[in-house]
């Protein structure tokens, strides 16, 4: 099965995996609870997360289909931390619909926030065991401090590489490379496969960020269907920034300082922006810097001990992060 | 030791606990998570919650201290509802302290909230294994669903005793009972133990918040330390009240519901409402309530199979509850 089929395939399985134990849930929970954990879980996520634990397992020659139950875990936790993204940035869409927050309110995306968080929790350490739960919470408590680091550093327009993985550690890498271990973990991968999964899943996340960040300001919209220069108003600061800032002198450095400190110049600037990062190679770099995090992902994978189309699997996710358009 | 020195004497031992474990986690994490988790911990609690999971584990004859662990992981979860209670109210003051809401900010609050969420869950996984974390999540996913519950039933003056209970179950009573249990459960207590300390949990718990309520109308400002008349202001449906709109009729019944219909007569008429619930028994009732919830928590005890005094504090700790004046 090609990837395109395979991501289709794979989600429809976790949706149904995960309507039922929502609709098991239906009985003893609050009707409002659910009505929202309905709304905001299927809403047309392509369960990256899950799919990644799933093909975890297999790799490991496991097809026990419990594997299912741990995985949609991932997309728990995940929705989760939208949930409470969306409270923080008071953000109104996503996926092109009124996110939780907006749509039933602060109070509520809180708390069912709160309810998947802990549900997560339970189904991993119910389906892999207290080894499971201590990697996902982990994970968890990674993603909490790196939105602290994130906070912290929001102001700082002298951020160095380290700083930006720091971040994309937290905001991505951690609950990705998380989801690979689980899977490993699941089929019983002895320290060295589970090492070796985790480090792929952490560079598939890194460059998943990177590229997202490079679309943010040369994706095109037709194929996005987001606008750029969101990253540059929020004066986020992603990869092709920090590296022209890093390199650019003089006149060019002085621009860049007085537009990312300028709420308004941040709204009109975009392509003057987007011409300085160029002349620096900014946008040519970060897309090196993620074609080498992709090479360490992929050199960290272990020699398959399940079925070959799995490792095919996995290489051909690593190409598709590279190489999407959108 | 009597139950005030109990008190004492176990919360500084949990404190020095939890002291040393966010000590140990200050190293991996941002300095300003580790001072909000610092600030939120150490002010000033009873820790009630791990002290019953303490006495639960000694009442089955279980003297290992690890349980200090597990308890401290009902603390923490404790805490992160606060931190999350009060981005949803809004709430400045917690203990004459500004809350993390407050002091630190809105995402501040949610965050660290969701880093104690995670780490409680660790912790009950790691100390108390796949069983302990079921019964913990359990209870934390009965708590969110309460409070939708309660986010439901807001605006309903028909309120019954059921209702009541099944809001105060979400907010105290499914936590305190969890507690016992898992210090039952760390013990190895079979079945029949587990949901005899769960119920004596649970009835403690719930006799806790009627008399809480009944504080908030009969209270004694200078042995409180708060004002009366909070619960009014909220139009929160407690028990006494309750009971006596299920009973007045007439001029009273309506005038009890013009009162609690209007923001600013709420304020004003607090000694009016006391009169009119004083009037139907609503404070007397409620009082035999928890006189009734407390009967049922100690029958609900079985044989100590541990040291005696440790059935003398469970027994010390339901007088506590239902008399204690603050």
Redo the contacts between chains.
Sequence with gaps: MDLKHLIIHEAARIDQVMREDIDRLAD???P??IEILNYGLFSGGKRIRPLLTILSARFFGDSNTDVYHLASALEYLHTA?LF?DD??DSGDERRGEATVYKRFG???A??????L???S??MV??YG??AA??VF??A??GM??G???Q??NARNLNQSEADYFSVVMGKTALLIGAACELGALFAGADEHGRAGLRTYGINLGCAFQIVDDLLDYLGDTRKTGKAVGNDLMEAKMTLPLIYALQRADGADRSRLLEILSDDRARQECFQQVSGLIDKYHGFEDAGEKAKQVIGEAIAALPESAGDHSVQRSFLALSDYVLNREK
Tied chains: 1, 2.
Excluded: K, Y
């Design positions: 003893d929970l609050d409002l609870l931390t409470h409270v923080i602060l109070s509520e809180v708390l069912a926030g709160d309810f968080h802990a549900h929790m339970a350490g119910h065991g207290e739960l201590s919470c982990q968890t408590r909490v401090d939105e602290f680091s906070l912290r």
